[in-house]
């Protein structure tokens, strides 16, 4: 699943830098209920993935394309509303060229993400659980890929409000400096300061790098939830046991497992494998 983060700034030229990740979620635990007519199975995904919080980060090595794209201009003014009025308009761009590359980074940081499926703590009732193979392709394929997007969501919730929120200070460099003059030009009053489009991209990247620092403490959250119809079978000559069982459609083959436990574990077996002794 791809992050839905951008920005739009004034150039409209995406910066891309595609991070790899592998296995940074684990799906931790995986809880079976059985409930009157229902088979519920809930299932939880965590992880604080590395890249993630490396995408937070605002390194200049990172951001050579958008500082090249931002460019370099200078004013000389006496004025201070001038030169503030300028600032304001570089700062702004400059905040969008920075902001679009962090989105870039941290979409294809969440689009990167995947959930390592081989210790989830399985239980059902209380008890250790250990799927048919057919079960076990759900919890680990659709039901944990469904709780990793949930965490996906919420993290882009929060990336979001991070992104929006980031406030530049906007505050002219100091102390600020009047162009120094050729030697054989003589000026008969106070040239203005030399204020220069570079000292815009500065103040703003140091702002993003100081606000971006306190959000690369990234834990992802996530579930998933699917319930399945149950319904009871009566086994016996003449039915003696009533049995709770799950219909499986395989492949045009109708089959009936029934809940069970095997030495010790709690798992599910074709309801044609029982014997009354069994139940």
Avoid at 163 to 174: M, N
Avoid at 191 to 218: C, I, M, N, T
Avoid at 250 to 266: F, H, I, M, Q, Y
Wanted: hydrophobic letters at 40%; a negative charge; aromatic letters at 8%.
């Amino acid at each position: 699943q791809k992050a839905n983060l951008c920005w739009q700034n004034h150039h409209g030229t995406p910066f891309f830098l595609c991070l790899t990740i592998s296995h940074v979620m684990e799906l931790a635990q995986v809880a079976v209920n059985l409930v009157n007519d229902q088979m519920t199975l809930s299932v939880t995904v965590s992880g604080s993935p590395p890249e993630l919080a490396l995408a937070l980060q605002v390194p200049m090595g990172h951001y050579f394309g958008a500082r090249s794209a931002f460019g370099d201009d200078q004013i000389v003014s006496d004025d201070m509303g001038v030169l503030r009025q300028r600032f304001q308009v570089w700062a702004l761009e400059a905040k969008g060229l920075i902001l679009q590359e962090l989105a870039s980074r941290l979409e294809s940081a969440l689009a990167a993400i995947s959930v390592r499926t081989d210790s989830a703590d399985m239980r059902m009732g209380g008890d250790r659980f250990n799927p048919p193979q057919f079960l076990l392709e759900f919890i680990v394929g659709p039901l944990a890929q469904n709780a990793m997007h949930d965490a996906i969501g919420v993290a882009q919730v929060t990336l979001q409000e991070a992104i929006r929120s980031f406030r530049p200070s906007g505050a002219l460099p100091h102390p600020l400096h009047s162009p120094s003059p050729h030697p054989q030009v003589k000026c008969n009053r106070f040239p203005g300061y030399l204020l220069r489009k570079g000292d815009a991209w500065e103040s703003v990247f140091r702002d993003a790098s100081e606000h971006f620092s306190q959000h690369q403490h990234v834990t992802l959250h996530g579930s998933a939830v699917q319930s399945f119809p149950i319904g009871v079978v009566k086994i016996g000559n003449p039915p003696t046991h009533a049995v709770p069982v799950l219909l499986r459609d395989n492949e045009g083959t109708r089959e009936l497992w029934a809940p069970c436990v095997k030495d010790g574990v709690s798992t599910f077996d074709l309801l044609e494998n029982f014997h009354p002794s069994e139940v």
